[in-house]
């Protein structure tokens, strides 16, 4: 069965550079997410989309922005880098407001 | 603004004990999810409860709502090391976004 691609599965940046992370959902599933799990940490919720149309908003940063697109999948972009967005960032899809299904994740390091 | 408190923040048994994870939540839920979480991996969805003082039970797990809707158990019967890992709480309120708990980290000596 189809799971949640992310990609890249690491990437290594330097303070004030920009990254982009992608995201393609299970097919048919209608609400895209976006979490932020730090060393240790609950995941955070950063953003979601229902439909390619931004649901809800949690603790993300203005220097980040999240798309979905025509083809459902998403990306999240992160200019400006600092050195405490080093985490793994996981995207997880979701029908009709069930079980989030999580893709393996991304894990950025900031140098 | 909503907040998912788990305890304990961390639990060491040995194999063979039982566990149990508290999850409350500062206003009331729509409904709950749990998830569990192994080192380096990914969260794995474990179950949903969606009814007030409602029971689940998944062969050793137990998951229980409070009647309020705001609070939420996970009881595991005689542990074992594959029950090793972070179990989240994850509280879903009148919108798409689904808050995390603090998790509790479970350690299983055999």
């Known amino acids: 069965a189809a799971g949640v691609i992310q990609s890249p599965r690491h990437l290594i940046k330097e303070k004030r550079e920009t990254a982009t992370l992608k995201c393609y959902p299970i097919?048919?599933?209608?609400?895209v997410y976006w979490y932020q799990q730090g060393p240790g940490q609950d995941p955070q919720f950063l953003i979601s989309?229902?439909?390619?149309?931004?649901?809800d908003k949690g603790s993300i940063p203005d220097r980040f922005s999240a798309q979905q697109f025509s083809d459902y999948h998403s990306e999240l972009n992160m200019s400006s880098l600092e050195l405490g967005d080093s985490a793994l960032y996981f995207c997880?899809?979701?029908?009709?407001?069930?079980?989030?299904?999580f893709g393996e994740g991304s894990r950025l390091t900031v140098l | 603004g909503q907040q998912v408190m788990q305890i304990p923040q961390y639990q060491h048994v040995q194999e063979g004990e039982d566990f149990t994870t508290y999850c409350n939540s500062s206003?009331?839920?729509?409904?709950i999810q749990w998830y569990k979480q192994r080192p380096g991996g990914h969260p794995v969805f474990l179950i949903q409860?969606?009814?007030?003082?409602e029971v689940k039970k998944q062969k050793r797990l137990t998951f229980q709502f409070g009647e309020a809707k705001k609070n939420s158990s996970l009881h595991i019967t005689a542990t074992q090391t594959t029950d090793v890992g972070t179990y989240f709480c994850a509280g879903r309120y009148n919108t798409d976004k689904l808050i995390f708990g603090t998790g509790t980290r479970l350690q299983v000596f055999p």
């Open positions: 097919p048919r599933h209608d609400t």
């Open positions: 989309f229902y439909e390619k149309m931004q649901s």
């Open positions: 409860l969606v009814k007030s003082g």
């Open positions: 997880a899809s979701s029908l009709d407001l069930g079980e989030l299904f």
């Open positions: 206003t009331t839920l729509s409904n």
